[in-house]
């Protein structure tokens, strides 16, 4: 187990964080400005890293697939950013964010790691402020906060429902300000296709401009992926839909170990689908749910209109399963048990798809104002995209896949497998075991980004300042360089009938049916069978019109596409290989008998990290044990 | 220093003093051409004889040239540039419903600007002696121009494009000056409304009066 | 239902453009816009055409990469969203659409409905920050903050950067553009420190991207999928005058 040193520093946890950051090696100032740290994405934790790698002086590359860094999909985040700031007085310190988190991703998550998230919190809300980035204050001019499902505490700050907005601007705007000052050099339009190592190391990458078509070679002394989750390979989810993982599974291919592929969280409330060239799911904050019944009619394809249907023939099926935490149970469980309901054939809509998500009751009691004040943007925008209106009709809203749990396996300085090249935000798998907590992924791609990962990395930098700028001459550029072309090349040959998109939807709708919400054996076997066809197929019937040497946008898809075939594999043998229930992962072999998720804590409480062994070669599966020595395994209940 | 000065900012802000100078101007004038509508030529012989030799109003008559001049010069600059900002339009043509005079400035402007030529030709060049009149009597000048259809014709339809200049000029002046409030913006908009009816309908009453009821 | 779309294509930046007309049947009233070129693109490719290039990616209205003109307006005929939440129900079947890149100087397009928007990227750099280094910041809590400045600063820094406001302007002026950041800063006791700078070097940015000048018009704020209002552009004039 050579691989998976977690480099967890000694002592108690409360002290780590500190211990590590009074011992780690530094970089002298003036040897800083010689070493080049490549950056792959511009959102919150990317950009984040970018700016605060060039205020310490780094000479820093930072790179997007959009034509402005200020587009990279934190930009849609809606609730909120969690902060153990305790303004409320109300009982919030780090150790009970820690815990929250800890408790909220199912006990699959590395206590070092969550707690130093937790830790950061309170700078990473100051740092924004600071930016300028607009929360929302309170009367007197403090900051307010709101609170979120799973917690007890108030410590979730916003800015209406547009938080990752802010925040990304407020991150855009430290970047321009170290692109001013020429220690951020900006590469919009590019999309990496290869990582380059060089003896070991990561020294570089290859990307392709998007616009001209061009192959470039950037060299380095490090690389940081920031490059989001791989939400996209269900086709139909809450992310961009040029959200890829392209840059992550070629780095695994290089070396770096992925851990837990298969926790993807599903999002309980989303705009359903409506049509079938449908590319996107919209998601309506899960703040809904505090004012929103959901059900579904008793009888089985009840089809009169939501109002008419009398409330004893409703099935308010979240308040009768989970009498405690009713509509507020978690992301995972208000997914699942949504899912269950249309599965018996109870959903609404002409796909059956859908369950009401409703606010009659609210309006009624609290009036059409407050809920106005509270939800108007989001009503706002569920019109808009459905024609419906929220006020006077339920909502329809089906799960959809949200965000990824799982990504590159990273140590505690939040370095891959690969030496010199680091993960940081959603695309690593660190902080939220095997389900997130809502307003905690802004909170930690932004803590990564601003002040883990710059610390951290000094420890591996402080030992390369002999080494001279990397060339991009060098042999393993030339090879890195010549395969990408090469593939492009094939991907053009092909000459078949089929678009990459065509293939990318019956991709995820093979994932979503049979490795979803809920799996079971049979299902992901035969899941990997239909995913191995369906591979073959787009290999021999893709179709791209136009050269590679201009915009091509069916080119770019193509290879998203293609390395999602791959990563759907692995994501499915993860979830075949873990025998239990946790979190979101949801094996319908391992439940209780009231159909609750049930946990193998004595087999299972480690990460799994796969490491690429080859074309056509079997995974090879590393364990990270976890061991809990401050919080007791338990088992979740929102009964 | 030089190009904040020359920035688009500060060339409209001179562009927007310029014209609210000339927006107190020209109820100056106006007060004189009503003395007009009096049968006793000397009133107002007397009230252009003061204007054309009081000392102060003397100044103020280079200041005004100069910021006609001015307002001119730079409305043309920056509608070039703004010109040169879109090199290709749009084929579906442009639908938002804005302020639908301000699309039209430059065109309400030249007009007004030949008007004014003629203006000069008509009375400030018999002043100068650069055209054949008796500067004494512009009452007696006036009369006469009032008399001929074309000149009311053109008359008319400057000072109704006058008008259309002055409904968005008054209120935008005020937006480039960075006069911005709740309040007091909507008043100013209804003040410009009043403005832009007021002053070119009373200049029209002078020459339809003069024209057909004389 | 049926649709007859004329589309701009340009190969590339250098190419001669041309409006080609497409024929959609099946269009259905549920589709989103993006979805219908979708559609559109799906048969393309499928008869091994090129494409039509078009730049998007959230799709739920907030990253700004999305933005055609459309029948005469910057993101379509209704008010204050973005072309990936336009919905096709909006359209009459037989309807004919005029499908349009930005159109301005500083915005040149790249290919089809591509244009280049890095001057918006020019006009943030040269000074729409702060400048706080990460780990700088005092307690959040230490600069109180009127409620009603933080939420006139947040409603104008909801812009998403799209470029609406300089397709639909006359004379492709960017003054809504600079002056919602402008704007957001100068309604925080943070931005006072670098204000005159900020102002300054960001309209000198402006300028020299070549975009057109601010002539009162409202149509940025008419097409602004996000309702930027005109009052950001008079704080900006004031913000400028006060940097002299």
Redesign the interface.
């Known amino acids: 187990m050579e691989k998976l040193n977690s480099k967890i520093p000694e002592g108690p946890l409360a002290q780590k964080w500190t211990k590590f950051k009074s011992s780690v090696k530094l970089v002298n100032p003036a040897n800083k400005k010689k070493l080049e740290i490549i950056v792959i994405g511009t959102g919150l934790s990317g950009a984040g890293a970018a700016s605060s790698l060039g205020e310490l002086g780094y000479s820093v590359k930072n790179f997007c697939y959009q034509d402005s860094p200020r587009r990279a999909h934190s930009v849609a985040a809606q609730g909120g950013i969690n902060a153990a700031k305790n303004y409320q007085s109300d009982g919030d310190s780090t150790y009970r964010l820690f815990y929250d988190m800890i408790k909220g991703g199912d006990f699959r998550a590395r206590e070092a790691n969550v707690y130093r998230a937790a830790e950061v919190s309170t700078q990473v809300i100051d740092h924004y402020t600071a930016l300028g980035v607009p929360f929302a204050r309170d009367y007197g001019g403090t900051l307010d906060t709101r609170s979120f499902g799973g917690v007890q505490v108030s410590r979730t700050f916003y800015a209406k429902g547009q938080t990752g907005q802010q925040c990304l601007l407020g991150a855009y705007s430290s970047l321009n300000r170290q692109i001013k000052k020429g220690n951020v050099k900006m590469y919009p339009r590019r999309e990496m296709l290869d990582l380059v190592i060089i003896d070991g190391k990561a020294r570089g990458i290859i990307t392709r401009n998007l616009i001209t078509g061009e192959i470039e070679r950037h060299g380095a002394h490090a690389v940081v992926l920031a490059t989001g989750g791989y939400g996209t390979i269900y086709y139909l989810s809450t992310l961009a839909v040029n959200s890829n993982a392209s840059a992550a599974w070629k780095a695994h291919k290089k070396g770096a170990l992925f851990a837990n592929p298969s926790f993807i969280q599903i999002h309980p409330t989303c705009v359903p689908q409506l049509n079938e060239f449908q590319s996107k799911l919209t998601l309506m904050s899960e703040s809904l749910r505090n004012d929103g019944r959901v059900w579904v009619p008793k009888s089985k394809g009840d089809s009169r209109p939501p109002n008419i249907i009398p409330s004893e023939e409703r099935d308010y099926f979240l308040e009768r399963r989970y009498p405690a935490f009713g509509n507020l149970v978690p992301r995972d469980v208000a997914s699942r048990a949504a899912k269950e309901r249309c599965d018996a054939g109870f959903g609404v809509s002409e796909t059956g798809l859908a369950v009401y998500l409703d606010f009659t009751d609210a309006i009624k009691k609290q009036g059409k104002k407050a809920i106005e004040n509270k939800y108007g943007n989001l009503f706002d925008m569920y019109v808009t995209i459905t024609g419906i209106d929220p006020y006077t009709e339920p909502m329809r809203i089906y799960p959809a896949g949200h965000y990824t749990m799982g990504g590159l396996w990273v140590d505690y300085e939040l370095m891959t497998t690969i030496p010199g090249l680091y993960s940081i935000g959603e695309s690593n798998f660190s902080d939220h075991g095997a389900n997130r907590l809502g307003a905690s992924s802004l909170m930690q791609a932004a803590g990564d980004g601003y002040f883990i990962l710059p610390n951290t990395i000094s420890n591996y930098l402080a030992d390369e300042i002999k080494i001279p700028p990397v060339s991009t001459d060098r042999p393993e550029f030339v090879e890195t360089e010549k395969a990408a072309v090469e593939r492009i090349n094939k991907f053009l040959a092909i000459k078949g009938k089929q678009t990459a998109s065509s293939f990318h939807k019956r991709l995820g709708k093979i994932m979503w049916d049979y490795c979803g919400m809920v799996r079971n054996e049979e299902g992901l076997k035969k899941a990997l069978t239909l995913i191995n066809d369906l591979k073959a197929e787009f290999w021999n019937d893709l179709n791209i019109p136009g050269p590679d040497s201009e915009v091509n946008q069916e080119l770019e898809k193509a290879g998203r596409v293609a390395d999602y075939f791959e990563l759907a594999e692995l994501l499915v043998t993860d979830a075949l290989n873990r025998k239990e229930s946790c979190g979101a992962h949801f094996r319908e072999e391992y439940q209780t008998p009231e159909g609750e998720a049930q946990r193998n804590d004595e087999k299972y409480a480690y990460v799994a990290a796969w490491e690429y062994a080859g074309e056509g070669q079997p995974h090879i599966l590393h364990k990270e044990e976890l061991n809990f020595v401050e919080v007791e395994m338990k088992v979740r209940s929102y009964k | 220093m030089s190009?904040?000065l020359f920035?688009?900012?500060?060339?409209?802000?001179v562009m927007a003093l310029a014209g609210i100078f000339l927006l107190t101007f020209l109820p100056v004038h106006l007060i004189i051409n009503l003395l007009l509508l009096s049968d006793n030529p000397a009133q107002f012989n007397s009230a252009a004889h003061f204007m054309a030799t009081f000392p102060l109003v003397k100044i103020m008559e280079i200041v005004l040239f100069a910021t006609i001049l001015v307002h001119i010069t730079w409305g043309i600059m920056?509608q070039i540039?703004?010109w040169?900002?879109?090199?290709?339009?749009?084929?579906?043509?442009?639908?938002?419903?804005?302020?639908f005079f301000?699309?039209f400035?430059i065109w309400t402007g030249a007009s007004i600007m030949i008007f004014l030529i003629l203006h000069l030709f008509n009375f400030y060049f018999i002043k100068l002696g650069l055209v054949k009149g008796n500067p004494e009597d512009f009452y007696s000048v006036a009369h006469n121009l009032f008399k001929i259809p074309l000149y009311n014709y053109i008359y008319l339809t400057c000072f109704a494009l006058l008008g259309f200049h002055l409904f968005?000029a008054f209120?935008?002046a005020f937006?480039?000056?960075?006069?911005?409030h709740r309040i007091w913006t909507p008043v100013v908009k209804v003040v410009a409304l009043i403005y832009s009816i007021v002053i070119p309908i009373s200049f029209a009453f002078i020459s339809i009066s003069l024209w057909l009821f004389r | 239902m049926k649709l007859t779309l004329k589309i701009w294509r340009q190969k590339n930046a250098k190419a001669k453009g041309t409006f080609v007309t497409y024929q959609m049947d099946n269009v259905s009233p549920e589709m989103a816009f993006l979805e219908m070129l979708d559609a559109l693109n799906k048969k393309l490719v499928e008869q091994d055409i090129d494409p039509v290039a078009f730049d998007h990616d959230c799709r739920e209205g907030i990253c700004g990469s999305c933005g055609m003109y459309i029948n005469g307006h910057p993101h379509g005929p209704v008010p204050a969203i973005t072309t990936c939440h336009l919905s096709m129900r909006f359209f009459k079947d037989g309807d004919t659409v005029w499908i349009e890149p930005w159109r301005a100087k500083p915005f040149p397009v790249i290919k089809d409905l591509i244009v280049d928007r890095t001057a918006f990227d020019k006009i943030q750099v040269a000074g729409g920050y702060i400048s706080i280094n990460a780990g700088a910041a005092p307690d959040a809590n230490a600069n109180l903050i009127p409620k009603k400045n933080s939420d006139a600063a947040f409603d104008s820094a909801i812009c998403i950067g799209c470029g609406a406001c300089v397709a639909a302007c006359k004379n492709a002026s960017a003054m809504l553009f600079v002056s919602a950041k402008i704007s957001q800063f100068a309604l925080l006791p943070q931005g006072q420190i670098e204000a005159k700078d900020r102002v300054r070097a960001m309209v000198k940015a402006m300028d020299e991207a070549g975009f057109g000048n601010c002539s009162n018009t409202g149509a940025c704020e008419a097409e602004c999928p996000k309702e930027i209002k005109l009052q950001n552009i008079a704080r900006l004039n004031r913000e400028f005058y006060k940097a002299f």
């Open positions: 190009k904040i920035s688009s900012i500060s060339k409209k802000f920056l540039q703004n040169f900002a879109r090199p290709v339009g749009y084929v579906s043509g442009s639908k938002t419903e804005t302020s301000s699309k400035m968005h209120s935008s937006q480039t000056l960075g006069l911005n």
